[in-house]
Nanobody, 134 residues
């Protein structure tokens, strides 16, 4: 059975930090790019980071670049998201997802993930809630 289990979410004050974890099982973790994707209440999916299969290449959209850091440990089948300088607009459900395809650069738009909906990913987690509020 394939599982992606996120943890580490919670309530944090603006300017604070959180570290999310996602434990993977049931598939070949090291053969997939890993993504973190979030969805705020009433809004669409927004990807926040991506990391390649061996953890040497990371990609971020402008909204999280410089504040979020994605990493992975293939020995533990786990991907992480360190979130610093959190803002109220970072409040969302955070999902980790696996895809064999990398993000793509689109001139004039920037980096885009390989899919804009959950069914475009090979595997998708249940999510962990992050709330940034004073």
């Amino acid at each position: 059975e394939v599982q992606l289990v996120e943890s580490g979410g919670g309530l944090v004050q603006p300017g604070g930090s959180l570290r999310l974890s996602c434990a993977a099982s049931g598939f070949t973790f090291s053969e997939h790019w890993m993504y973190w994707v979030r969805q705020a209440q009433g809004k669409g999916l927004e990807w926040v980071s991506a990391i390649n299969t061996i953890g040497r290449t990371t990609v971020y959209p402008d909204s999280t670049k410089g504040r979020f850091t994605i990493s992975r440990d293939n020995a533990k089948n786990t991907v992480y998201l360190q979130m610093n300088s959190l803002k109220p607009e970072d409040t969302a459900m955070y999902y980790c997802a696996a895809n064999t395809r990398p993000p793509q650069w689109h001139g004039g738009v920037g980096w885009l993930p390989p899919a804009l909906s959950s069914d475009g990913y090979n595997y998708w987690g249940q999510g962990t809630q992050v709330t940034v509020s004073s």
